[in-house]
């Protein structure tokens, strides 16, 4: 059933376009975002949120964050399932405790479900699999409706997961009247947008193939990028990890001169996550010193940077969430197509499983 794709994975980087599409079917009207799936008692009462998560979906916690404070305009924290569990949190009632899950199942995010729970805590979960644990659990779910995901690197699961969560710090807003009619108007049009965004296009999935081989070796890679795209950066990472067993980390670009800089050399892989609308000439900056000291640099971006050993363009955007969604399909078809090179079945890496139900 791969319809002529190689692997599950790369079919399912192409399904992404279709499965945002059922993602935002019914979600949004012209000028109101609907979960027709949640009470709008909900949210009474909601002062913060807080969002808790494993892997891939924790990276999605992590840049809806930045959604939920700049959109949503609610305090919002984010938890890795595993460390919330054992730190004996001060929860409070007033937080609405949202977790996100591909499978409902990550034994880890399903017992901090369940602990905000038994803390009198509102529930909300984020998933892709109806009547899972998690689904069964929480007090209200809201579905991705990416369709089963058989890749164990996960990627239309990630795109569904940002999409619902970024109409959720929507909802927020709307409900708490924190957000005037035309800028709620102007993200929708956006959300309407990020379909077509994602389609994978022949010429840009080439380029990306051709220049994978150049970087097979090497002592390393860091994903940089601000804001939104530095948890999009420890995804791209996560994605190459994962599937070519290469050492990859995601940092904030603006970290790097507080140590990370002393790794740089022709032999450190730099993949810069560079998009025009964000922060474009900060990020900029932090680029060239990485270039000034020789270290491999990759720019994805819709601006050309003369400074990058390869560039990757992305369509010119006129808002960094569509940039967003193009950058997210550049990564998945990067580390794939560099895993592919290595000999390695992306669907079935070593060590891993689709569903973590042990601790
Ligand atoms: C990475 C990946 C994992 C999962 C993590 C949580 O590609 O798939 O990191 O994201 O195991 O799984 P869910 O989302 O099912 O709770």
């Known amino acids: 059933?791969?319809?002529?794709?190689?692997?599950f994975m790369e079919k399912e980087i192409y399904e992404q376009s279709e499965v945002l599409s059922d993602t935002l079917i019914g979600r949004l009207a012209e000028d109101a975002i609907l979960f027709d799936e949640l009470n709008p008692s909900l949210l009474e009462g909601i002062n913060e949120i807080k969002l808790c998560a494993c892997g891939t979906s924790y990276h999605a916690a992590l840049a809806s964050s930045y959604l939920f404070e700049r959109l949503g305009k609610i305090r919002t924290s984010v938890e890795i399932a595993s460390e919330l569990r054992y730190k004996e949190p001060l929860l409070c009632t007033d937080t609405l405790f949202v977790v996100i899950s591909q499978s409902g199942e990550t034994a880890d995010t399903l017992e901090t479900l369940k602990m905000a729970k038994a803390a009198g805590l509102k529930t909300l979960v984020v998933c892709n699999v109806d009547n899972s644990s998690m689904v069964r659990e929480a007090d209200a779910a809201i579905l991705t409706r990416a369709g089963i995901e058989k890749g164990v690197a996960s990627t239309k699961a990630f795109a569904t997961q940002m999409a619902v969560l970024w109409m959720f710090s929507l909802y927020v807003a709307q409900t708490k009247d924190t957000i005037d009619?035309?800028?709620?108007?102007?993200?929708?049009?956006?959300?309407?947008?990020?379909?077509?965004?994602?389609?994978?296009?022949?010429?840009?999935?080439?380029?990306?193939?051709?220049?994978?081989?150049?970087?097979?070796?090497?002592?390393?890679?860091?994903?940089?990028?601000?804001?939104?795209?530095?948890?999009?950066?420890?995804?791209?990472?996560l994605k190459l990890k994962e599937i070519s067993?290469?050492?990859?980390?995601?940092?904030?670009?603006?970290?790097?001169?507080?140590?990370?800089?002393?790794?740089?050399?022709?032999?450190?892989?730099?993949?810069?996550?560079?998009?025009?609308?964000?922060?474009?000439?900060?990020?900029?900056?932090?680029?060239?010193?990485?270039?000034?000291?020789d270290a491999t640099i990759c720019a994805i971006s819709d601006v050309p940077f003369e400074k990058a050993d390869d560039f990757i363009p992305i369509a010119a955007h006129d808002h960094y969430m569509l940039e967003f969604f193009e950058t997210m399909v550049v990564l998945q078809l990067l580390s794939m197509e560099i895993a592919i090179r290595l000999g390695n079945d992306v669907d079935m890496p070593r060590n891993l499983a689709k569903s973590v139900t042990v601790e």
């Not at 059933?1 to 692997?7: A, D, I, N, V, Y």
């Open 1 to 7: 059933q791969k319809e002529g794709f190689r692997f």
């Open 181 to 237: 009619a035309e800028t709620l108007r102007k993200q929708i049009g956006l959300l309407r947008e990020v379909p077509a965004v994602v389609r994978v296009h022949d010429d840009l999935h080439e380029r990306i193939r051709r220049l994978s081989k150049r970087y097979l070796h090497g002592h390393g890679f860091f994903f940089i990028g601000r804001d939104i795209f530095f948890p999009l950066a420890l995804e791209g990472a």
């Open 245 to 293: 067993y290469l050492h990859a980390e995601g940092y904030p670009s603006g970290e790097m001169k507080h140590g990370p800089i002393a790794l740089a050399d022709p032999e450190l892989f730099t993949i810069a996550l560079m998009p025009k609308n964000l922060l474009y000439d900060k990020t900029k900056s932090n680029v060239e010193e990485l270039s000034a000291r």
